[in-house]
C-alpha cells in the first residue's frame, strides 16, 4: 500500500519541524494513540488503537526516525504489532519547504499489513490509511497553527 | 453380469430420497449433533506470517482466563503425534512432512501454532487473542516462477529449488515429428489459485468411548482415509476409531484430506477423555482448506497447413504450496495436467516436463477436477488459435483432430486407453444445439453488436473418472487403494441393508445405489436401503473423489447384488420345483419364468435362508442371504461431453454475460438422469467463477488478501445461465455397470468454454485472452490496450 501526499501549514518551517519532533503533538495528533513514550532519541514506543472494518485492534509498536536533516526532514520507520490481529509495518519519508507565509509538508508511505488486517481488511485498508492520515493532518495543523498563532 | 429382467429403475429421474429432510432443514450436519455435557471447544491460533521462525509462545494470559481449560503449542503435543507424511513412491517427489501444530517455523499465513481448549467456542476464541506469539520473519517463497530460481527461500531445506516433484515424459518419435510440423504456436495459459469453498465448512466432533477408543464425527468425504491416517499418525489401532460422516454441506475434493486440525481433536479426545468440537469459520476455511489451480502451462504445438496437430510439448508448473497434503500429496495436479491434456484428440507425439513447487502459501490439493479444468483450457485454448492461425474454423479444427469411432479403443500418448466414447458426436450434437453455424455466420468480423463483442466458445473434453488401483499405483499413492465395496443383506423380514464404502456431501448415493440395486438384485426399490459413512458399518474402500462412486461403488454394489440374486433364484427353484435359470427375480418376488403366480416374496426366501420356517434350504446352501464384495475398477474409465458457450462481452466494462451454455454429456449409462445433470449444473457453475471471477490473492510476502466472501468471489444465481443438457450414453465396456463418472465434468467443460467464448468474442479486435480469472479490470486493460493500438494503426 502505498500513500504519497502533501499539505500546507499555516506555520513556519521551524515551527513544523519543532512539532514533528515533539512527543505531545504527535501523541495528540495520531487518530487512537493511547501511549507514547521515547524509548531513546530516535525511537519511541507508541500503543495505538485501530479499526479496520470488521478487525479492531491495539497496536504495540515502535517509530524509529533515520535520514534527519534538521529543518527539512526525516524518515520515519514503523512497526506494530496487534496480535490476534496481524501487525502493520512501513515507512515514511516527510519533506518540508516553504510554501509562501506557510510550510509544505510532503510525504511518501509504504506500508504492509498481514495477518487478519490483510486477510479480511485489504479491500478497506486504502480508505483506512488515507483517512487515518487526513484525520493526523487535521489534528497536526490545528496545533502546529495554534502554536503559531501564540508565538506571534 | 446382467441386469435382472426387471425393475428398469436405472436410468429413471426418480426423487432423491435425501431431500425431503434436507429441504426441511432437519439435516444433520456436524454443528448439528448433540453436544455432551463435559464438551471442550476447540480453537487454533494461526500464523499471520507466511514464512517465520517462532521464537516464543506466551500463553499465560489465556490459561488464566475464566472459563479455559488448556492451551498447547506445537511442542506440546508433538510427543502425541508423528508429523503427518504422505508417502508417494513416484519418481522426482520429496515428502514434505507437517507438524498438525507447527512447532520451529512456520511456512504459510494460516498455520496452526497453537490451541485452546474452552468450555464455550466464544471463550476459545477470547483465550486465542491474548495468546503472545513472537516470529522472526523471514523471507518467503510465493510465485512458483519466482520460487524455483536459484537464491530463493527455501519452503524445506532439503528440497532444492523448491522443487517438490518433477515429472517427464517424451514418445519414441517426439523430436522427429515434432520437426515436421510446418507451423508452430506457442501460448502461456495461467489459471488463478481458487478453492472449493463448501457452504458448510470443515468441523469435527470427537468423543470418547470405552476405555480406549473414539467415535470421530467429522465433515468428510473419505472417513476410511481419515481412520487409517488417524490411526498412523496417533499410533493406534483402527479399531479404537470409528468415523462416522454425518449430513455434509459440499466436499469438492476440499474435504478429502486428513487436515491437521482432525489430527489434534482426535489426538487431544484420547488423551483428555473429554469429548471435543472444532466447526471452523469462513475465515479459516479460506486460509486453511486445500486451494488448487495455481497453474502455469507453456504449451507449443507443432501442425500441418490442415490443422492436424503433429506434436506437443509442455512445460507445467503447479504449485505445491507449504506442505504436500494427506492422502493425495502434491503430484497429482502436476502428473493430472500434463497427462490428461491430450483429451479425445489424436496426439501420438507428445513430450512435457512438470514441477511441483513449494511456496510458501497454503498447501494445494485435489479440488473438483485437478488439473483438467485448466489443461483443457490450454488445450481447448490452442485447438482455437490453430485454428485462428490458418483460418479454419475452430470446430472443425477439433474435427481433424477429434478421435472418432474408428480409432476406438483409444490409447493416449501417454497410455491411457479410452475404451468407449462419442467424441465427435457430442461435439456435433452441442453446435447444432446452440445453432453454431447461424451463430457463425451472423457474428460481424469485429464481433461487435450493440455496443458488445460476441463470441462463441468450444471444449471437447474427457474426464478421467473412478480410477482403480492400478491407476493409484501407477501414480504412486501408497495410502490409496482404490478399490471400493458393498456388503449387501437381505434381512429376515425381506428388505434389503446395502453398506457402501462411500460416503456423500451431496452426490445422491441413497438414491443411485438404490437403484443400482433394485435392478440388479430384483428387488423392490421402497425396501432398499443404503448405509454409508461410517466405518463401524460401512467396508472398507477408497471412499468418494475423483468422480468414483458409480464406477467403484457401482461395480462393487452389482457384484453383491448379483451374487445375492443367484441365491435367491438357488433357493426359489428348490421351493418351486424349478431349475435357477428358469427362475426370475423381480421387484422383491422370486417366480417360474412365465408363471408369475408360481411366486416366493424376498420374505418367505430370507425365511428359509435364515431357518426361520420348516422350509429347509437345498442342500449345500449356507445360511443367510448376504454377499459382501470388493471391486477394482479398470485403471481409468473416461466419461466425455463437448460445452459450448455463447457470450456477449460489454465493450464498456468488460463484463461477461453468458449467453447460452449447452451441454453434451456422456457418463456411459446413466443411473439417475436428474442426479447427473445436478452435478453437471453444480460442476458448470463453478468452472463459470473459476473462468470469471475466482481467484486466492496473495501479495508478494504470502499474504492472503482476500480472506472473506466479500472479497473473494463466488457465482450467484445472477451469473448462471440456464444450462441446456443433453446426454449420449456410450456405455463403458471395460467396466460392470457400463457406468462412467460424472462428478467433475461440469466443471471440465465449462471452465475452457467460457475462456474460448470470450477470447473468440474479443479476437476481432486483435485480443489474446489467456489467463483466468476473466475479471471486467483485466478485459477491461485488454479492450482499452487493443483500442489504443488500433488508433495508433
Known amino acids: ?54 478487525v479492531s485492534a491495539r497496536f504495540t509498536g515502535t517509530v524509529a526516525f533515520s535520514d534527519i536533516e534538521p529543518m527539512c526532514g526525516y524518515t520515519i520507520t514503523f512497526k506494530g504489532e496487534g496480535g490476534m490481529a496481524g501487525f502493520a509495518s512501513g515507512n515514511a519519508r516527510v519533506d518540508l519547504s516553504d510554501d509562501g507565509d506557510g510550510t509544505l509538508l510532503r510525504y511518501e508511505s509504504k506500508a504492509q499489513v498481514g495477518g487478519k488486517l490483510a486477510q479480511i481488511g485489504s479491500r478497506l485498508i486504502d480508505s483506512v490509511a488515507s483517512k487515518t492520515a487526513s484525520e493526523f493532518f487535521q489534528r497536526f495543523a490545528a496545533v502546529v497553527s495554534q502554536d503559531q498563532a501564540k508565538a506571534d | 453380469m446382467q441386469a435382472n429382467e426387471t425393475g428398469g429403475y436405472i436410468g429413471k429421474r426418480l426423487l432423491r430420497r435425501e431431500d425431503e429432510a434436507l429441504l426441511r432443514g432437519r439435516g444433520s450436519y456436524v454443528d448439528d449433533l448433540a453436544e455432551p455435557q463435559n464438551l471442550l471447544h476447540l480453537a487454533f491460533v494461526m500464523s499471520p506470517h507466511a514464512h517465520a521462525l517462532i521464537k516464543s509462545i506466551d500463553t499465560s494470559a489465556a490459561r488464566s482466563l475464566p472459563g479455559v481449560f488448556a492451551v498447547y503449542t506445537g511442542e506440546d503435543l508433538a510427543p502425541l503425534m508423528k508429523p503427518i507424511h504422505t508417502e508417494i513412491l513416484f519418481p522426482g517427489y520429496q515428502a514434505a512432512d507437517r507438524n498438525a501444530l507447527a512447532y520451529g517455523k512456520v511456512r504459510f499465513v494460516g498455520e496452526q501454532v497453537a490451541v485452546v481448549l474452552a468450555e464455550d467456542r466464544y471463550i476459545a476464541q477470547d483465550a486465542i487473542d491474548l495468546i503472545e506469539v513472537e ?54 495459459f495461467r489459471t488463478g489459485r481458487v478453492a472449493g469453498v463448501p457452504m458448510e465448512p470443515r468441523g469435527c466432533l470427537a468423543l470418547p468411548e470405552h476405555s480406549d477408543a473414539i467415535v470421530f464425527h467429522t465433515s468428510t468425504q473419505i472417513q476410511h482415509l481419515v481412520r487409517e491416517g488417524l490411526a498412523h499418525h496417533l499410533g493406534r489401532s483402527e479399531a479404537s476409531i470409528r468415523v462416522v460422516v454425518p449430513d455434509v454441506g459440499g466436499g469438492f475434493g476440499t474435504k478429502a484430506q486428513l487436515y491437521p486440525e482432525e489430527v489434534v481433536a482426535a489426538a487431544l479426545c484420547f488423551k483428555l477423555r473429554r469429548p471435543i468440537k472444532w466447526v471452523q469459520d469462513r475465515r479459516e476455511e479460506l486460509l486453511t482448506n486445500i486451494h488448487a489451480r495455481d497453474h502455469l502451462y507453456d504449451l507449443e504445438v507443432s501442425f500441418s497447413s490442415d490443422g492436424v496437430i503433429r506434436g506437443m510439448q509442455l512445460e507445467l508448473l503447479t504449485n505445491a504450496g507449504a506442505y504436500s497434503t494427506y492422502p493425495f500429496g502434491c503430484t497429482l495436479e502436476t502428473t493430472g495436467g500434463s497427462r490428461m491434456i491430450l483429451g479425445p484428440y489424436r496426439i501420438r507425439n507428445y513430450m512435457y516436463r512438470s514441477f511441483s513447487i513449494a511456496t510458501h502459501t497454503n498447501p494445494a490439493g485435489v479440488y473438483r477436477g485437478v488439473a483438467q479444468p485448466s489443461c483443457m483450457m490450454a488445450m481447448e485454448g490452442m485447438l482455437d488459435r490453430i485454428g485462428r492461425y490458418l483460418g479454419i474454423d475452430p470446430a472443425e479444427v477439433r474435427r481433424r483432430n477429434v478421435v472418432q469411432a474408428s480409432d476406438m479403443p483409444w490409447t493416449t500418448a501417454v497410455g491411457v486407453r479410452f475404451d468407449t466414447g462419442s467424441y465427435q458426436q457430442c461435439l456435433d450434437k452441442a453446435l447444432e444445439a446452440i445453432g453454431y453455424d447461424e451463430f457463425r455466420r451472423a457474428q460481424p468480423r469485429d464481433r461487435l453488436v450493440d455496443g458488445k463483442y460476441r463470441g462463441v466458445g468450444i471444449c471437447n473434453m474427457t474426464e478421467f473418472t473412478g480410477m482403480g488401483a492400478p491407476a493409484w499405483r501407477s501414480r504412486g499413492l501408497k495410502r490409496m487403494s482404490g478399490i471400493d465395496s458393498a456388503a449387501l443383506r437381505v434381512e429376515a423380514t425381506g428388505k434389503v441393508t446395502v453398506s457402501i464404502s462411500h460416503a456423500a456431501a451431496g452426490q445422491g448415493h441413497l438414491t443411485t445405489f438404490a437403484q443400482i440395486v433394485a435392478d440388479y438384485l430384483g428387488a423392490n426399490i421402497e425396501d432398499v436401503r443404503i448405509i454409508e459413512g461410517d466405518t463401524a458399518v460401512s467396508p472398507y474402500g477408497t471412499n468418494t473423489f475423483a468422480s468414483r462412486s458409480a464406477v467403484t461403488g457401482g461395480g462393487a454394489v452389482i457384484r453383491a447384488s448379483t451374487k445375492v440374486a443367484d441365491k435367491i433364484r438357488r433357493i426359489a427353484a428348490h421351493v418351486l420345483e424349478a431349475s435357477p435359470q428358469d427362475i426370475v427375480v423381480r421387484d422383491g418376488y422370486a417366480h417360474v419364468a ?148 460424472v462428478g467433475e465434468g461440469g466443471l471440465i467443460g465449462a471452465l475452457p468454454a467460457v475462456v474460448n467464448a470470450v477470447a473468440d468474442a474479443l479476437s476481432g479486435i486483435g485480443v489474446n485472452v489467456n489467463r483466468v480469472p476473466m475479471r471486467p479490470a483485466y478485459l477491461r486493460s485488454l479492450i482499452r490496450s487493443a483500442a489504443a493500438e488500433g488508433g495508433a494503426r
Not at chain 1, 26 to 54: F, H, N
Not at chain 2, 164 to 188: D, S
Open chain 2, 594 to 741: 412365465g408363471v408369475t403366480d408360481l411366486r416366493l416374496s424376498f420374505r418367505e426366501v430370507a425365511e428359509i435362508a435364515y431357518a426361520m420356517c420348516d422350509v429347509s434350504l437345498p442342500e449345500g446352501e449356507d445360511f443367510g442371504l448376504e454377499a459382501s464384495e470388493y471391486y477394482d475398477p479398470p485403471v481409468v474409465t473416461v466419461a466425455n461431453a463437448a460445452h459450448v458457450v455463447a457470450v456477449t462481452v460489454d465493450a464498456r466494462d468488460g463484463r461477461v454475460t453468458i449467453d447460452r451454455h449447452v451441454v453434451v454429456h456422456d457418463c456411459g449409462r446413466v443411473i439417475n438422469p436428474m442426479i447427473v445433470d445436478g452435478q453437471i449444473h453444480g460442476g458448470a457453475a463453478q468452472g463459470i467463477g473459476e473462468a470469471l471471477m475466482e481467484e486466492m490473492v496473495y501479495d508478494e510476502n504470502g499474504q492472503l488478501l482476500n480472506a472473506s466472501l466479500l472479497d473473494y468471489l463466488l457465482p450467484t444465481a445472477m451469473d448462471i445461465p440456464n444450462f441446456e443438457i443433453s446426454h449420449i450414453e456410450t456405455p463403458t465396456i471395460d467396466g460392470l455397470g457400463g457406468f462412467k463418472g
Open chain 1, 1 to 54: 500500500m502505498q500513500l504519497n501526499n502533501e499539505h500546507h501549514l499555516e506555520a513556519s518551517r521551524a515551527k513544523v519541524w519543532e512539532a514533528l519532533n515533539d512527543l505531545e503533538t504527535l501523541k495528540a495528533s495520531i487518530p487512537g494513540c493511547e501511549q507514547m513514550e521515547r524509548i531513546d532519541e530516535r525511537t519511541l514506543r507508541a500503543v495505538v488503537k485501530s479499526r479496520v472494518g470488521p
Open chain 2, 135 to 188: 516470529y522472526e520473519v523471514l523471507p518467503a517463497a510465493v510465485d512458483m516462477e519466482e520460487a524455483r530460481k536459484p537464491g530463493a527461500p527455501l519452503v524445506h531445506d532439503h528440497i532444492e529449488r523448491n522443487i517438490i516433484f518433477e515429472g517427464k515424459f517424451e514418445t519414441p518419435e517426439f523430436e522427429r515429428e515434432f520437426a515436421a510440423g510446418e507451423h508452430r504456436i506457442r501460448e502461456r
